[in-house]
């Protein structure tokens, strides 16, 4: 999980001001629903020494009033009278009471984490061990707790700086021991055991969520952001059927459908036909490429009504083998689809190796049109998002390539080429009354697909943008990234 | 999960048949509600060559209408072109319907277990394979299905017996092959690996069932057993707020409480006299000895208002040194216990090592008083059971003693002691209105008791029930019962 873990780039420091300031007041304005709502909210935080976790926890609490919280500090080894308990006794004592806050600074993982490294655990008593506190955080979740963990994570080279820095300062260098040394000394071996335990105990319930803690104030944004994600979907969890689970995916973060700008993405009909012509080509090979590598290729299409969606399929189609690839319209399930998992039919037309898929619209559905329609329950689209990331996960595990796309157009577009659709005598049957109303639910649709980019654009699937008021440059583009991404796996 | 498996007595043939006539009838009756309430049901089989699957699902089916269930044939590896899918894919396509029933002969543990022993599967693939699995069978639980494991253990002579008789006869002599023959042989490497897959995939949304298929009826009639219990949970859990999870411990056949007799446990004084002695002096030692050897144990005492509780913990104390032990009255909760996890307040309470605790009622007050006062929700009460048998399986780990007393007496004997407190005036303290308005609900009480000792006396932590009509004689049986537990761990 820690070595797989892919880095976000760190926003501007004004960014970080701006948003810094919007989360501080999320989170206060939090604490009176999280004292109606009764939820205890469990906050840990684990990590590298000297990665700055008391500093941030001293942060955080600014923001909550004193009688809310508690912060306990368990950064030590169990005294003699403790070792006497089962070593859960000491963590579950202090866990919060209802409407509260309770900030570990370290927890169960840190005592765990310190005994494997220094041979005092077996491989069976970690495994045991690491069972319990599976179940503990379930019974936990299970009993209306929220509990978010925090891993703060620093290279190597800046945690020797941060400790040499501590040490040189008279009224620091107390805080720097010999454990502390040793363990930048020894970055991978612990590097080794932080990334087993961070996957063992990684569950949707009481996800890990790893901070790049090299920028300070950066950490600090994070984990608000994080902590704030989780209170949201806990205080839905108190009226939710069946638990929603919080993400255990790494995320890139892609931004607004409203930030897109559409107008400058155009092509002049020269660079438009020499780049297709090229591209078509190279696609081809690259085709037969993965055709013989056995690769498979997903391809998966979203986007407004009349936003070019078909279009720009054909351009990609056109330049492969028609015995290599499919196009599968997704249209409403059938009722032998509708009675299984929401993700069988898509499971089902999986290509197989060496071929490729493209979906025309895709499980994607469950978050948008069945999530507006009411076509399923809040709980249901709600639990999707993790649903759907794990089954992304479980495909380029397989070693598929996976390739998102939205193909974004604005209201006024949409209307023009809907206008033009109902004028047209031959392109009439493209448009229905369906699409009228749908179209009156625009804002409602990018809310939703808003937070669908927010919460599904994984590491490992990213969502990619089509930007086509300009058909030809979203051709372009969608033909151009299909390429690189099959290129990253040959 | 395999190996620490506790095999229970196999009951009478008298027994198996009316248990059979029972199971069966009840399945059939919930096929209706099945197909009413949309529940996809999913069953795996899965275990030793020649154990017997085949055949129990033959007769499991006998008692479903032939188009609300499918049999899905697995045992076999993947062919070429399902090896160009994902692993899962061939199962998923499999996965029944709303309403119907799919049975799995062989799914994808046989498969795993295979790639293992030979060698196919590296442990780091096995932990993938194992971690997918472990998502998908939670997805399908998240999504309304109910998802049934069996594992059919039979012992490596009887599957020697059994192999060698197939093969003996002409028209079943194909059904033996060498991989057979060659698990017989290696029938302990095979162990370890089922015992391993058993552990990691064990889950309470999906738990694994041992069978014990030595018989073939009382085989079935374990399948039907758990399989109605399980329909039974699900069916639940369509309303459930949050999924009540199935036990996945071994546990012992209590009994009912009706089927107790009280009138022939007495004990003359001359017996009781010198039995009581003789134990406590017993008792005393083995409590020196635990304080030496730094063995926690906890002593749990449940029963009716005027059963003897009071007395029964006097006779056992009594024998103790007063520095090792602390008796803990559990009365109703405080405002700072009932705003955290209803297990804290017992959490808090354990002894530490060496130390003994002995619970004046206990934790199990969420499955009675809280569950029929409606002091929690159904759903907290249904998921309880679970919950406890996790808390006290974690002490059991830790090392800790745990013995669990149920003291016994009839309606009668109940009023008998009501009056005479009420008559006495210095006995009058020990009896209120609430003892009284608890005894109207006496029938009622019975059955959540009934519920409690069937699905919480687990191989490690079982219920003794002390017959307590004669005092006497359940002081003498207490003694006895704790001389002996200890006794099993020095």
């Not at 759907?388 to 080429?417: H, M, Y």
């Amino acid at each position: 999980m820690l070595k797989d873990y892919a880095k976000s780039e760190i926003p501007s420091e004004e960014e970080i001001t701006r948003k810094l300031k919007e989360e501080r007041a999320r989170l206060s304005g939090f604490q009176l629903r999280i004292k109606e709502a009764g939820l205890p909210v469990m906050v840990l935080f684990e990590g590298w020494s000297a990665a700055g976790k008391g500093a941030v926890i001293g942060k955080v609490i600014r923001n909550i009033d004193p009688r809310f919280f508690k912060v306990a500090a368990m950064d030590r080894q169990p005294n003699d009278e403790e070792k006497r308990y089962p070593f859960l006794y000491r963590y579950i004592r202090e866990i919060p009471e209802a409407g509260k806050f309770r900030f570990f600074d370290t927890c169960w993982m840190e005592e765990i984490v310190d005994g494997v490294v220094d041979g005092r655990l077996s491989g069976e008593e970690y495994r045991k061990r690491v069972h319990s506190i599976n179940v503990i955080e379930r019974q936990l979740c299970d009993n209306g707790y929220l509990v978010v963990k925090f891993f703060f994570h620093i290279s190597k080279k800046e945690q020797k700086k941060r400790l040499k820095a501590l040490k040189s300062e008279k009224d620091t260098s107390w805080r720097v021991d010999d454990d502390d040394i040793k363990q930048n000394k020894h970055y991978d071996e612990f590097m080794d055991v932080f990334d087993r335990y961070l996957t063992d105990n990684n569950q949707s319930r009481a996800p890990w969520y790893i901070i790049d803690a090299e920028n300070k104030r950066w950490a600090e944004l994070q984990v608000l952001e994080f902590l704030n994600q989780g209170i949201d979907i806990a205080l839905q969890n108190h009226t939710a059927n069946v638990p929603i689970l919080q993400n255990i995916f790494p995320m890139d973060k892609p931004g607004k459908l409203s930030d897109i700008s559409l107008s400058d993405k155009t092509l002049t009909d020269e660079e438009y036909d020499l780049e297709l012509n090229r591209l078509q080509k190279e696609l081809a090979e690259l085709g037969n490429k993965v055709y013989r590598k056995k690769i498979p290729v997903i391809i998966a299409y979203e986007g407004w009504d009349a936003a070019g969606k078909g279009g720009n399929i054909k351009r990609i189609t056109a330049a492969l083998d028609p015995r290599d690839f499919v196009v599968e319209p997704i249209a409403s399930p059938e009722p032998h689809e509708k009675a299984r998992h929401y993700l069988w039919r898509f499971w089902t037309r999986l290509p197989k190796t060496g071929h490729i898929t493209i979906f025309d619209r895709t499980w994607y559905g469950r978050v948008m049109v069945e999530r507006l329609e009411g076509f399923c329950t809040e709980n249901d689209w709600q639990r999707a998002y993790n649903e759907i990331n794990e089954f992304e996960k479980e495909l380029s595990e397989w070693g598929a390539v996976i390739i998102k796309f939205w193909v974004q157009i604005d209201k006024d577009t949409q209307l023009a080429r809907f206008t033009d659709r109902q004028n047209t005598p031959e392109k009439q049957w493209k448009i229905t009354d369906e699409d009228w109303r749908n179209r009156e639910k625009w804002d409602l649709y990018e809310g939703a697909v808003d937070e669908m980019l927010e919460k599904t654009s994984t590491a490992f699937a990213p969502w990619h943008i089509l930007e086509s008021v300009d058909k030809k440059y979203a051709r372009i583009k969608a033909l151009k990234t299909v390429i690189d991404e099959i290129k990253k796996v040959l």
